[in-house]
């Protein structure tokens, strides 16, 4: 008996002997499964069974993938990226712009990550965590033979933001593994882990290398101690002594790296402005200087080229992005005028100096990979990576709206709707981006296209308060006891739908992720009576517990912006206004998605608002994955809340029967 496997049905061929000159044979399909049963990795609470039906339906929307840069290889016009094949995102190498994507990386575990050795490139490092749970080991990779080699120490440390030297040597990178709490310095030689040695013990979790001088003597330091205040310090490689390049002040630095010839440092930053913008710091006289570029936006990253003489830089206008190239002599700049609008990802020069690599969302589609030559202006193309089922005239493109708010202050946000063959008011969906500092920029939706193209269902991306990209004035108006100002913005875009005639505010359901988890959750007890039903994904129920409980090496950073907590007053409020005190207010129906591993908002934050909620009698429906962290990264979880995100919207946001899933 031959058996064959056709995905998730079987046929079984048999083949008997010959009966008067001819075979006989006979072929009997047996029936695919009613129902997806989950797997043993997943705790499902209160949520029907899957059923198969449901899985074809949505399957097209499920199969996209994207490609994010990596890195340049440092003689070869050749490029890394992350994408998916399988479960989980590898590294693969790209030898031609829109040459076949050739898999390195064979790991269980996401890697997103990959820095090849900067003057041979014979290997690269990457990162790699355990089930989501955020403790990055690094590893060597070498291409050679195709091993993979630990460089850290294998335990429950967080190791990572790594800076080579100029010479390709060495990396520098920051690691907990002394305390699990402070992030301190550390130099190693990928080639013989057991070169690793401390450079700086420090105090915090803040602290990361952003480049090395030019002479390889000299670490350039970032100390960030909130969204709104960093300092820069040099530190010498040999001995660890640190100097301040920068003042003690409430200044924010975005990025920073060394000018070619070491005299001084390029940085984006907020001082004597509302935005981040380019300048430069003298190290003799540590005076800044602001460079000429007039953007009234924020300056989202920037590269220098190998050989000095230009800035790449990409700014954050209103959520798209420009790029543009600076002359750093003449200081005169440039927009790149080939590269098509979307969402920049990022941007790196090849050691050649011509090729300017640009990690791009455009279009709405995924994010691909992009070079642009820098003499010529002319764009290539390196990856063109799959929509799965969708086509491009699928995609839906974003509406900027804006609503006045309870203060009278503007908000602003992302508006999809659907197609035109949708008629009569439409059902809305909020979805609340984490953070907080973060910011709604209009990339590729992903799945939230299947609930555009066929469930005629609306989408709104709310850039609320305390959101990043709008100035530091706004980014500070969710701060500590201003908390729940944000949540009356949602209020105020509730207001705002219900004058919409195209909207149906009686059919309202709000989702998010982390802080967005948070946002959904409080507006589950606010305006309980406006919403049909709220999706939390990984969100804080209780400011006092999260902060008590997320791991120690981001505390100190989550208490400059949420509140400190051992503070009486702060502790008071938050008791008043956690979600979880308020929780007798909720009776729509509440889906909770938690990851087993998660380290900055721990699971006991779902555990305990999911046990709390059902008190009321209300229906609540919990997915938990024990081999996820912050949000679910291998694909057959993300299609498992998928399928019952589906169903959710269906029955409780469309009130469609069960059966008609």
Sequence with gaps: MLRVVFGASVALLLIGPPEGGRYVAALAAAQAPAALPPGDNLVVEGIPSIPQTLIEDVRRYTEARAAGFADWHPTRRELLVSTRFADAAQIHAVRAPGGARAQLTFEREPITTASYQPTSGDYFVFAKDAGGNEFFQLHRYDLSDGRTTLLTDGGRSQNGSIAWSTRG????????????????????????????????????????????????????????????????????????????????????????????????VYVTTDKGSEFLRLAYIDIATKALTPLPVDLKWDIQGFDLSPDGRTLALASNEAGFSKTYLLDTQSKKARPISALPAGVVTALKWHASGRDLAIGLSAGGAPAD???????SGDLTRWTESELGGITPNQLTAPKLVEWPSFDGRTISGFYYHPPARFSGPRP?????????????????????????????????????????????????????????????????????????????????????????????????????????????????????????????????????????????????????????????????????????????????????????????GTAVWYLMAKDEGHGFAKKANQDFQFYATVMFIRRHLLGEAPSSE
């Design 369 to 375: 990979v992009y070079s642009v030559d820098a003499r």
């Design 428 to 616: 809305v969906i909020i979805n609340i981006h984490g953070g907080p500092e973060s910011q709604y920029r209009p990339g590729f939706l992903g799945r939230n296209n299947y609930h555009l193209q066929e469930l005629g269902v609306a989408i709104i991306f709310p850039n609320v308060r305390g959101s990043t990209g709008y100035g530091k004035t706004f980014l500070s108006l969710d701060n500590g006891l201003k908390r729940e100002d944000s949540v009356r913005d949602i209020g105020a875009l509730l207001d705002w739908i219900a004058r919409q005639p195209q909207l149906d505010a009686s059919r309202v359901m709000v989702t998010g992720g982390s802080y967005g988890g948070y946002m959904t959750l409080a507006a589950a007890t606010h305006y309980n009576d406006r919403i049909r039903a709220a999706l939390d994904i990984v969100g804080i129920s209780n400011f006092n517990t999260f902060l008590k409980n997320t791991e120690s090496y981001r505390r100190d950073l989550r208490r400059v912006e949420y509140g400190d907590e051992r503070v009486k007053e702060v502790a008071e409020f938050f008791e008043r206004t956690a979600p979880l005190n308020n929780a007798g207010r909720i009776s729509k129906p509440l889906f909770v998605v938690q990851g087993g591993n998660d380290p900055r908002v721990p699971r006991t934050e779902s555990e305990q608002m999911v046990a709390r909620v059902r008190k009321n």
């Design 169 to 264: 040597d060495r990396i520098a990178y920051g690691s907990t593994r002394r305390n699990g709490a402070d992030r301190d310095l550390y130099v190693m030689d990928p080639r013989s882990p057991k070169t690793d040695r401390i450079v700086l013990q420090v105090s915090g979790g803040g602290w990361s290398v952003t480049d090395w001088s030019p002479d390889d003597t000299t670490l350039l330091v970032d100390e960030t101690l909130s969204i709104s205040k960093t300092r820069l310090w040099l530190v010498d490689v040999r001995s660890g002594q640190k100097t301040a390049l920068t003042p003690d002040e409430d200044v924010s630095y975005g990025q920073s790296a060394f000018s070619r010839d070491g005299r001084g």
